[in-house]
């Protein structure tokens, strides 16, 4: 028996990804144009974010690396919030609190240790909050995130590990970063693995409510290896092309994860219609809420450095007043 889609749901997550799709063109403009320092593009992976966020419940904490774009705007951070930092404008763009989602980590797989941190808290508070931190296969050989795994499992902490497997550690393969899955190595830790095609967003949305609700239940953390690939460059200051087989990109762009979710939603002509107006204008909205972003207050730099007032900061801070008279 072939199992029903849910329209309904598989219009959100359609609705979710091409959001993010047109938020990623619209701020690789934005980069060439000088209006962005720097960006990181989400294209191609958008099925492994949002398949796996719209799995979890509001108040779930999530720790994020540098490129959940697609899984920020699904938990509502705002076009203005994601851009600020990139533009420079501030150096976190939103509230973690208000979205239970922490602001970007651009040092290579330091979330998972945050997650697990912040999963023992949990864990002490009791309750059935769980905790989700996002990264890639490039942070999976990271010293820090073997040790998030291990304390986690040592633990038995409410943590769910979502590694986007995206095929390339900047210009690294994955055939020359480990020597077994990363599903494999997870399970030796003594979580529960899971592993997905990262672009189907409806099996990655069944799978992590599956590993979800294993952590959920007191069951120990647990691992999804979404399979996936990185379309565009590690960032706008990287040249794919000078590394990767362009037949092996248009293989994988031939496994989009929006044209796959459209050919399911294919009678869906009226949604498609209305859709598309409707990311038009968020285009629109996008472009506007990055020329609308301020210059950066350095003297936040002073105010967040440390939780106290500090002798050698204050020094520094009028040091710096006075060089502005």
Same mark, same amino acid.
């Given at each position: 028996?072939?199992?029903?889609?849910?329209?309904?749901?598989?219009?959100?997550?359609?609705?979710?990804?091409?959001?993010?799709?047109?938020?990623?063109?619209?701020?690789?403009?934005?980069?060439?144009?000088?209006?962005?320092?720097?960006?990181?593009?989400?294209?191609?992976?958008?099925?492994?974010?949002?398949?796996?966020?719209?799995?979890?419940?509001?108040?779930?904490?999530?720790?994020?690396?540098?490129?959940?774009?697609?899984?920020?705007?699904?938990?509502?951070?705002?076009?203005?919030?994601?851009?600020?930092?990139?533009?420079?404008?501030?150096?976190?763009?939103?509230?973690?609190?208000?979205?239970?989602?922490?602001?970007?980590?651009?040092?290579?797989?330091?979330?998972?240790?945050?997650?697990?941190?912040?999963?023992?808290?949990?864990?002490?508070?009791?309750?059935?909050?769980?905790?989700?931190?996002?990264?890639? @296969?490039?942070? +999976?050989?990271?010293? &820090?995130?073997?040790?998030?795994?291990? $304390? *986690? !499992?040592?633990?038995? %902490?409410?943590? =769910?590990?979502?590694?986007?497997?995206?095929?390339?550690?900047?210009?690294?393969?994955?055939?020359?970063?480990?020597?077994?899955?990363?599903?494999?190595?997870?399970?030796?830790?003594?979580?529960?693995?899971?592993?997905?095609?990262?672009?189907?967003?409806?099996?990655?949305?069944?799978?992590?409510?599956?590993?979800?609700?294993?952590?959920?239940?007191?069951?120990?953390?647990?691992?999804?290896?979404?399979?996936?690939?990185?379309?565009?460059?590690?960032?706008?200051? @990287?040249?794919? +092309?000078?590394?990767? &087989?362009?037949?092996?990109?248009?293989? $994988? *762009? !031939?496994?989009?994860? %929006?044209?796959? =979710?459209?050919?399911?939603?294919?009678?869906?002509?009226?949604?498609?219609?209305?859709?598309?107006?409707?990311?038009?204008?968020?285009?629109?909205?996008?472009?506007?809420?990055?020329?609308?972003?301020?210059?950066?207050?350095?003297?936040?730099?002073?105010?967040?450095?440390?939780?106290?007032?500090?002798?050698?900061?204050?020094?520094?801070?009028?040091?710096?007043?006075?060089?502005?008279?």
């Amino acid at each position: 028996m072939t199992e029903q889609v849910d329209v309904d749901l598989a219009r959100t997550l359609y609705r979710d990804m091409a959001r993010a799709r047109r938020l990623d063109q619209e701020a690789l403009a934005l980069a060439r144009q000088g209006q962005l320092g720097l960006w990181l593009q989400s294209w191609g992976q958008e099925a492994a974010q949002v398949g796996s966020m719209r799995a979890l419940d509001a108040n779930d904490w999530v720790f994020p690396s540098y490129r959940e774009h697609a899984a920020a705007l699904t938990r509502g951070i705002t076009p203005a919030e994601l851009l600020s930092q990139w533009r420079g404008s501030t150096h976190a763009g939103w509230d973690p609190a208000t979205y239970c989602f922490h602001f970007y980590s651009l040092v290579l797989g330091t979330q998972t240790l945050h997650a697990t941190g912040y999963a023992m808290g949990t864990k002490l508070d009791g309750g059935n909050q769980i905790v989700v931190t996002y990264f890639g @296969d490039g942070a +999976a050989s990271q010293g &820090d995130v073997n040790e998030a795994f291990n $304390w *986690a !499992a040592a633990r038995s %902490l409410p943590v =769910l590990f979502v590694c986007q497997n995206n095929q390339w550690a900047i210009s690294t393969p994955t055939e020359l970063q480990f020597g077994a899955p990363l599903h494999q190595r997870a399970a030796g830790f003594g979580l529960r693995s899971f592993v997905v095609d990262g672009n189907d967003v409806l099996a990655v949305h069944a799978v992590t409510r599956e590993a979800a609700e294993v952590v959920r239940s007191g069951q120990g953390p647990a691992f999804v290896e979404a399979v996936t690939f990185r379309m565009g460059g590690h960032s706008t200051a @990287d040249d794919p +092309a000078r590394y990767r &087989d362009p037949a092996d990109v248009e293989a $994988w *762009a !031939a496994r989009d994860p %929006l044209l796959r =979710l459209r050919a399911v939603l294919h009678s869906e002509e009226a949604f498609f219609s209305d859709l598309d107006a409707e990311i038009d204008a968020f285009g629109a909205e996008v472009r506007a809420a990055c020329h609308g972003l301020g210059e950066c207050d350095l003297d936040e730099v002073f105010g967040y450095t440390y939780a106290e007032p500090h002798p050698s900061l204050a020094v520094e801070r009028a040091a710096r007043l006075a060089s502005l008279t």
